[in-house]
Structures are given as structure tokens and as C-alpha cells.
């Protein structure tokens, strides 16, 4: 299997020759501005000194100042951080917000760590990053395992609230930011089942049950959804009648696990994948739907919410399905447009309504499906590719080479 980044070079090729790009344009866009690595020294509790490895990946600021999260997690790598930095400046354009891409990251299981050990990890990681990130130049925002609270801890170490995004309402947070990646996701979703005629009735699956999809499977079940099936890293549970996502949070807050919940069946995550359902939402982990379980799929709409979930491999043995993917950097471009308002609103001293940020986040979401779905039409291409297409298009548009 390809690397995430290779993956997303692969991505980058076949859309800059759909979208005829420049190709002086191409090679600026097929490697980052600026990587990073740094060893963060953190004196565990136990008063053992432990080093962990950290990282931020500057991709492309041909938009406006870099943006993108920093994940905590045991599997991440500096090819992961690069990948996820490419995507970054493709969804920033895709939904045509003055942003670049960049991505951040420490090789850590937060799990492990103490809430003072954390807070030591999040300083460390930004006084090592110094004078590359601020308000200006590249502003981050959290992702796996991190927080609005670790936001908060990382702003004041930098002594900025605009450099951070994703913080606490009380530490300059925008209204919305905790919902906007599900949010954005669901306005996607509501436009592309307009599109194919699906009903209520629908039968939706859904990986990963944290910031992206327990919101979004709240939303979907407020909305009179049925979901069949949902999953954390420890496993699977299954319910053909539908299960009450309200239950299912509060199991999930008392035990730590979706697993277990009331009359359903556990299942693994493998199997979740290729359950037979109309919509299968991917809200874990990149490298999910490869081409060893793609054939298995049956859903009729595969649905990124997580970053890269299925490989090339993968898109090309659904598209031959004639499964419809709705790719991440559309469909989870919620988040970072919601981060984007949060940012305009601490640096013009502004706090916007919740009413305010959704109508506007709505229009953006609504305003990105039409063109992706008209590009996508016209040309003949999936998705993805069509989303690649608008945001290169944009991006040669402004890159000065
Ligand atoms: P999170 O840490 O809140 O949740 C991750 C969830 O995935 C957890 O429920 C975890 O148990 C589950 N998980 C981890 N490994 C798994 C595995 N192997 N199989 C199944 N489930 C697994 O993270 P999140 O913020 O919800 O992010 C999830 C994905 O969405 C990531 O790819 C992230 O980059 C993407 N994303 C998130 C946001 C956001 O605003 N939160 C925005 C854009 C994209």
C-alpha cells in the first residue's frame, strides 16, 4: 500500500491533468514550503525525562497564511503531517477561504499521558515552533486526540489568541466551531441525497464516534435518520432497527466505548466497513477503504468526514461500483471554514452568533457542492477529482511563479 502521501501526489497528478494546470503550478504544488521536525524534552509525572517527536508541514500559502490541525496519535509520522498539509491547501480552496494548508502533529498516545503531561506536551510543541506560527503565517487548529482545551493552552503559550482556532467559547472560540465539521458535513449530505433521491429512510453506517462522528451522527439522528452502526477504535456495534444516538453518547461518556451498548451485536471495524447500508460514513482514520476490502463495500454513498480515508486504490474499484464518494476535502471543509470566522473574529474583536456563523457556513457548504457538482457533471469526473480541479483552479489562479 502507498504511503498517505503518495496517496495524495497520486490525487494531485491526475486532477492537474483534468484540470489542465500549469505545470510550473504543479511542481510548486507537488512538494511543501517548509517542514519541520522538533524533539519535545517533557519530565513525565513519575519524574522520568521522555522526548517525543513533533511536527508541522507548511504546504502552500499561495491562499493566505497556513491552516490546519495538529494531531496527537501513536501512528503519526512526518509523511502523515505532509499528506494531511496537501489536503489542507486543496479543502481551503475548495470552499474558497483565503487560507493556505499546513498540519501539525506529535507521535504520542495522549491516552497515556497525565492532563498536566499534556499540557506540557502542547507547550513544548509550541515554544519549538516559535516565530513560524502566529496569526499571520500559519495558524493551527486542533485534530485527533487534541482539544479546544489544549487550543486554549497552546494560544497562551504563544501569547495570541488569533494564532489558534478551535479554542473554548471564554478563550476567544467562535459559536459553532464544536459542531461545524459535522454541521458542514450534513448540509454536504443534505444536497447529495437531494441529488440521488434518497429517503429518511436510509440505512447509514458510521466509523469513528469523536469530534467529527458522534456530531454528525447526532445530527443525522435529530433529523430523523436511521443509523444502523457505529464504531470507536475498541469496536463495532450493530442494530438494524436503528439506534438512539442520545443513548448511545451517554453510554459512550459512561463506559469510554461505544462497544457493548444495549441490543445491538459488536462487531469489528473491518466488518462495519462492508455492512450492507445506503451511506457509509468514514470519521476515524486515513487508509480505511483500500483495495483489500473496496470490493466488499456496499453502501450506496461513501462519505469522508476523516482526512484521506479511502486510497486511490480504493476510489477507483468503488467508482467502478458506481459507488458515489463525497471526498473529505469537501465534505469536513466545515471545520476549517468555521475556524476561518473564528480567526476573522479575534482579529476584528468581533463574536458572531451562533445564527450567524451557521447561515454563513451553510451558504459556503451549499455555494462548494453546486460548483463541485457542476465541474463534476460537466467533465465527467467523480467528486473528488472535481473538487481538486476547483481548488487548483483557484489556487493557479493566484500563485505567483
Ligand atoms: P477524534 O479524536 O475526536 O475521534 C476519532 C474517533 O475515531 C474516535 O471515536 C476513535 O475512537 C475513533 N478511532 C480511532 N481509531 C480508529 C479505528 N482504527 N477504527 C475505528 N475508529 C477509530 O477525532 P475527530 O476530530 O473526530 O477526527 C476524525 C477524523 O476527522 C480525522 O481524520 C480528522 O482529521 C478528521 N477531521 C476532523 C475535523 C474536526 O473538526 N474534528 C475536521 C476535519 C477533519
Not at 429518511?200 to 439522528?221: E, M, P, R, T, Y
Request: charged letters at 25%; aromatic letters at 8%.
Amino acid at each position: 500500500m502507498q504511503t498517505a502521501y503518495q496517496n495524495a501526489m497520486e490525487q494531485l497528478r491526475k486532477a492537474s491533468e483534468i484540470a489542465e494546470l500549469n505545470k510550473d503550478v504543479l511542481l510548486k504544488l507537488q512538494s511543501p514550503d517548509r517542514f519541520i521536525q522538533v524533539s519535545i524534552p517533557i519530565r513525565m509525572d513519575s519524574g522520568e525525562l521522555k522526548v517525543f517527536t513533533g511536527y508541522r508541514v507548511q504546504y502552500d500559502n499561495t491562499m493566505g497564511p497556513y491552516k490546519g490541525g495538529i494531531r496527537f496519535h501513536s501512528d503519526t509520522d512526518l509523511d502523515e503531517v505532509k499528506a494531511l498539509s496537501f489536503w489542507m491547501t486543496i479543502k481551503c480552496s475548495v470552499v474558497g477561504i483565503p487560507l493556505g494548508g499546513g498540519k501539525g502533529g506529535v507521535t504520542v498516545d495522549p491516552k497515556v499521558l497525565s492532563e498536566s503531561e499534556i499540557e506540557k506536551l502542547s507547550r513544548g510543541y509550541v515554544k519549538k515552533l516559535k516565530g513560524i506560527i502566529g496569526r499571520d503565517i500559519d495558524v493551527p487548529a486542533p485534530d485527533v486526540y487534541t482539544t479546544p482545551k489544549i487550543m486554549a493552552i497552546m494560544a497562551d503559550e504563544i501569547g495570541d489568541k488569533a494564532a489558534f482556532t478551535g479554542k473554548p467559547i471564554e478563550n476567544g472560540g467562535s459559536l459553532g466551531r464544536d459542531k461545524a465539521t459535522a454541521l458542514g458535513a450534513f448540509y454536504v449530505f443534505e444536497k447529495a441525497i437531494e441529488k440521488l433521491s434518497l429517503s429518511k429512510d436510509s440505512k447509514i453506517v458510521i466509523q469513528g464516534f469523536g469530534n467529527a462522528g458522534a456530531v454528525f451522527a447526532k445530527i443525522l439522528f435529530d433529523a430523523g435518520y436511521s443509523i444502523i452502526a457505529v464504531s470507536d477504535s475498541k469496536g463495532a456495534i450493530v442494530s438494524d432497527n436503528g439506534l438512539n444516538i442520545d443513548e448511545v453518547l451517554k453510554f459512550k461518556e459512561n463506559t469510554g466505548s461505544v462497544i457493548n451498548f444495549e441490543n445491538t451485536k459488536t462487531i469489528t471495524n473491518q466488518e462495519l466497513l462492508e455492512l450492507d447500508c445506503d451511506v457509509l460514513a468514514l470519521c476515524a482514520l486515513e487508509n480505511q477503504v483500500t483495495d483489500n476490502n473496496a470490493n466488499n463495500i456496499k453502501a450506496k454513498i461513501v462519505f469522508e468526514l476523516a482526512n484521506g480515508p479511502v486510497t486511490p486504490e480504493a476510489d477507483l474499484i468503488l467508482k467502478s461500483k458506481e459507488i458515489l464518494v463525497l471526498p473529505d476535502v469537501l465534505t469536513n471543509a466545515g471545520g476549517v471554514t468555521v475556524s476561518y470566522f473564528e480567526w476573522l473574529q479575534n482579529i476584528n474583536n468581533e463574536s458572531w452568533s451562533l445564527e450567524e456563523v451557521n447561515t454563513k457556513l451553510k451558504e459556503i457548504m451549499y455555494k462548494s457542492f453546486d460548483e463541485i457538482y457542476d465541474i463534476a457533471k460537466t467533465k465527467d469526473i467523480d467528486f473528488r477529482m472535481a473538487a481538486f480541479v476547483s481548488a487548483l483552479k483557484r489556487i493557479e489562479a493566484k500563485m505567483e511563479i
